[in-house]
């Protein structure tokens, strides 16, 4: 999954991301807004990786797509 960066925070409810028409970005497109970095969680058995456990901070959706 792609990973795009808040560029400007306009006000409480707008933001502008780093990402538009360019990488295919559509209108109503949902996006979570992850604070920190998680560290990974392996699986104790095999050592395999389960993923990270990043700290989500809400959603939010396209609406003007440039």
């Given at each position: 999954?792609?990973?795009?960066?808040?560029?400007?925070?306009?006000?409480?409810?707008?933001i502008?991301?780093?990402?538009?028409?360019?990488?295919?970005?559509?209108?109503?497109q949902?996006?979570?807004?992850?604070?920190?970095?998680?560290k990974?969680?392996?699986?104790?058995?095999?050592?395999?990786?389960?993923?990270?456990?990043?700290?989500?901070?809400?959603?939010?959706?396209?609406?003007?797509?440039?």
């Amino acid at each position: 999954m792609p990973e795009y960066k808040i560029a400007k925070i306009i006000d409480d409810h707008t933001i502008v991301i780093n990402a538009g028409a360019k990488q295919k970005i559509e209108e109503n497109q949902k996006f979570q807004i992850i604070g920190k970095k998680g560290k990974e969680v392996k699986d104790p058995d095999t050592g395999e990786s389960l993923g990270r456990l990043d700290e989500l901070k809400g959603y939010v959706y396209a609406t003007t797509i440039y």
